[in-house]
């Protein structure tokens, strides 16, 4: 059993990180912008055991702070309000410099299959017929990514996302695997959930990202 902290854990593949998390045992502690709009929400019992507390992941001495004494960490967090481009490169310089000072070792971080590469090598965002009234917002995501791989830093990271877009119905089938990205792909939040633990109790990949399909 380990101590793992999850900011972005009020959105839907946070709290189904935090739903894998507990069921496996692990020490969570949830990061949201309020904790009383989330407690107030807690119908299912999702933060029972779990510390929620309020953090802001572009705050590298928060992140710093909180995360001190965790094994790991995953990243879930979003910010419509603010351009993608200033917040998911924020978000990465801070986590990456308050993590290093914590000495948490190890980040999983929720990405998007549109900037994931397909089987020919090619973004899915940028293959024919894909939907490009948000490419602004996958571009700004993507270039948190860049951040990390242009990084020289200790702590060794990993992004995940659905090799194509989540299957917002879906259940728990405890299958996955990986995949490139691909349109048509989908995966569920409580599947997804179990790849990004998988990396956190058996971390197998490092410094990549990785999209997952239902199996």
């Excluded at 986590?95 to 929720?110: F, M, T, Y």
């Excluded at 109790?201 to 990785?210: A, E, G, M, S, Y």
Aim: hydrophobic letters at 40%.
């Amino acid at each position: 059993m380990g101590k793992i902290i999850i900011f972005g854990a009020g959105g839907r593949a946070g709290r189904a990180a935090v739903h894998e998390a507990r069921r496996r045992g692990h020490d969570v502690t949830a990061v949201v912008r309020d904790p009383a709009k989330h407690r107030d929400q807690a119908d299912d019992g999702l933060w029972d055991g779990v510390t929620l507390v309020a953090g802001d992941v572009t705050d590298a001495d928060g992140v710093a702070r909180l995360a001190a004494g965790h094994d790991a960490v995953v990243n879930a967090a979003a910010d419509l309000a603010t351009p993608s481009d200033v917040f998911f490169p924020a978000a990465t310089r801070a986590l990456l410099d308050g993590l290093a000072r914590a000495g948490v070792a190890r980040l999983l971080s929720v990405g998007l299959a549109s900037v994931l590469e397909t089987s020919s090598g090619v973004r899915l965002m940028d293959t024919p017929g894909y939907p490009q009234e948000y490419r602004d917002f996958c571009l700004g995501h993507g270039a948190g990514t860049d951040a990390l791989r242009s990084a020289d830093t200790p702590v060794d990271w990993l992004v995940i996302s659905p090799s194509g877009d989540f299957d917002h119905g879906g259940g728990r089938t405890g299958r996955y695997r990986i995949a490139p990205a691909d349109m048509d792909s989908r995966i569920s939040y409580a599947d997804f959930a179990i790849a990004l633990l998988d990396e956190i109790d058996t971390p197998k990949h490092h410094r990549t990202h990785l999209g997952v399909e239902q199996d």
